[in-house]
């Protein structure tokens, strides 16, 4: 219930792509990664910091946080 909640909250209230890629198979244990696109360097700062937010504030308990900023010649 906990891992459905905060999928959709980070969808939801943050535009970011969900996918669990770990310890599916464990009972209250997940990894999940996250995508998130931007118009800007700027706004990408401010969508991660809102998506670190909300991961941060829930009744579960983050143990580890990596980010990987990608930039895409178009």
Same mark, same amino acid.
């Given at each position: 219930?906990? /891992? *459905?909640?905060?999928? #959709?909250r $980070?969808? &939801? &209230?943050?535009? +970011? @792509? =969900?996918?669990e890629?770990?310890? #599916? !198979? $464990?009972? &209250?244990?997940? *990894? /999940? =990664? /996250?995508?998130? +696109?931007a118009?800007s360097? @700027?706004? $990408? %700062?401010? !969508?991660? #910091? &809102?998506? *670190? %937010?909300? $991961? !941060?504030?829930?009744?579960?308990e /983050?143990?580890?946080? %990596?980010e %990987?900023?990608?930039e =895409? !010649?178009?």
């Amino acid at each position: 219930m906990y /891992l *459905r909640s905060i999928k #959709q909250r $980070l969808q &939801r &209230r943050h535009g +970011a @792509t =969900v996918a669990e890629v770990g310890f #599916q !198979d $464990l009972w &209250r244990r997940s *990894r /999940l =990664v /996250l995508a998130i +696109a931007a118009s800007s360097p @700027t706004v $990408l %700062e401010q !969508d991660l #910091q &809102r998506a *670190r %937010e909300a $991961l !941060d504030s829930g009744d579960w308990e /983050l143990i580890s946080l %990596e980010e %990987e900023v990608v930039e =895409v !010649d178009g």
